[in-house]
């Protein structure tokens, strides 16, 4: 069983930074996983935001997160990371942790990621 667990949500005014965090625990190795992050917004559909490989050194953004959002990972302490900067109030969403054991592709589908963590709400005033 593999379990995932995001932090860091929260409500920030707008031009503000946030850092989420995700943790994976259970019986698993987490280096051998691609991690991924979506949001899903009032209304919306969950949509894809980023995607880190199982070594750290392939990323991957959905259009609106580059230039303002970062992944990172730590394989000693099985955490992956969003930074989140410059929000604004169309980043309002849940944002979802999402795990697929890979290390041959770079998954950015829903689909494509088998653990997903209960989500963290991030919400942006203007």
């Known amino acids: 069983q593999v379990q995932l667990a995001e932090s860091g949500g929260g409500l920030v005014q707008a031009g503000g930074s946030l850092r989420l965090s995700c943790e994976v625990s259970?019986?698993?190795?987490?280096?051998?996983?691609?991690m991924g992050w979506f949001r899903q917004a009032p209304g919306k559909e969950r949509e894809f935001v980023a995607v880190?490989?199982?070594?750290?050194?392939?990323?991957y953004f959905a259009d609106f997160a580059k230039g303002r959002f970062t992944i990172a990972r730590d394989n000693n302490k099985n955490t992956v990371t969003l930074q989140m900067n410059s929000l604004e109030p169309e980043d309002t969403a849940v944002y979802y942790c999402?795990?697929?054991?890979?290390?041959?592709?770079?998954?950015?589908?829903?689909?494509?990621?088998?653990?997903w963590g209960q989500g963290t709400q991030v919400t942006v005033s203007s």
């Open positions: 999402a795990g697929h054991a890979t290390r041959v592709f770079l998954p950015t589908r829903e689909s494509e990621f088998s653990y």
């Open positions: 259970g019986r698993t190795t987490f280096s051998y996983y691609a």
């Open positions: 880190i490989n199982w070594n750290g050194d392939t990323t």
